[in-house]
């Protein structure tokens, strides 16, 4: 099963309006990690930002804000104002505890494309 | 500051060729992961080092694949004898246990081309 599901493979959206990116996340764990990066076609992946399973408020960064629906296993990027330069890969992670070893499991990504 | 360092940047190699690929962490981190990225798919942990350590190995196919972390720092993943499957980016990441997130940094990959 994927621990990991990202349902969107190709997202367009027109520049300075709000997107919101879809993941959703299997674990029997009570502790984990949900991340969100970025890769730009340059090819590294970009930290944007975390979420811990015991965090009670959504995270933000900036105008990144992750929408974090624990009961229904989801946690949802959400971009405000879209830029051109957000156009890239993003990849929904979750960190969890295997045999032990703290382990970061990818899904398979969304593509954005900003529109001017 | 500077952030994790790979070379090559590209590789292309007919295939039973051998390969190797560096990676030098951000200063400071002791934890560093090798990840294999397919066309079009998150990337999967291939092997993962605390210090010098190799404290998950267990995604990597042992019989061509090779990593060596000798002094807890820079690491090397080699392949040998590469195959035609084996094209894709291979990416290298560290990071911190003291850190709030533990979250990891990547380097910009290697792309692996076996012709």
């Known amino acids: 099963a994927q621990k990991i599901t990202q349902t969107q493979p190709g997202m367009f959206v027109q520049e300075k309006e709000a997107v919101t990116l879809d993941c959703t996340y299997d674990t029997s764990d009570q502790s984990y990690g949900l991340f969100w990066y970025k890769q730009p076609s340059s090819g590294e992946m970009i930290f944007l930002i975390y979420?811990?399973?015991?965090?009670?408020q959504n995270a933000t960064e900036g105008r990144y804000s992750l929408n974090f629906q624990k009961a229904r296993k989801s946690a949802n990027l959400v971009i405000s104002a879209s830029q051109l330069g957000d156009s890239a890969m993003y990849f929904c992670a979750m960190r969890e505890a295997v045999q032990g070893a703290q382990k970061l499991v990818f899904g398979q990504g969304t593509r954005l494309t900003i529109n001017p | 500051e500077a952030g994790v360092v790979q070379s090559p940047r590209y590789k292309i190699i007919e295939k039973k060729q051998p390969v190797a690929f560096w990676c030098n962490p951000i200063?400071?981190?002791?934890?560093l992961y090798w990840y294999l990225q397919n066309l079009g798919q998150g990337p999967e942990l291939l092997i993962r080092?605390?210090?010098?350590?190799?404290?998950?190995d267990s995604q990597l196919p042992k019989d061509r694949f090779s990593a060596e972390r000798l002094k807890g720092v820079d690491s090397t993943l080699k392949i040998q004898p590469a195959e035609l499957g084996d094209s894709a980016v291979y990416l290298c990441?560290?990071?911190?246990?003291?850190?709030?997130?533990?979250?990891?940094?990547f380097g910009p990959g290697t792309r692996l081309t076996v012709l």
């Open positions: 990441a560290s990071s911190w246990g003291g850190s709030s997130y533990n979250e990891q940094f």
């Open positions: 200063s400071g981190h002791n934890t």
């Open positions: 979420q811990g399973s015991y965090d009670e």
């Open positions: 080092y605390e210090n010098e350590e190799a404290v998950d």
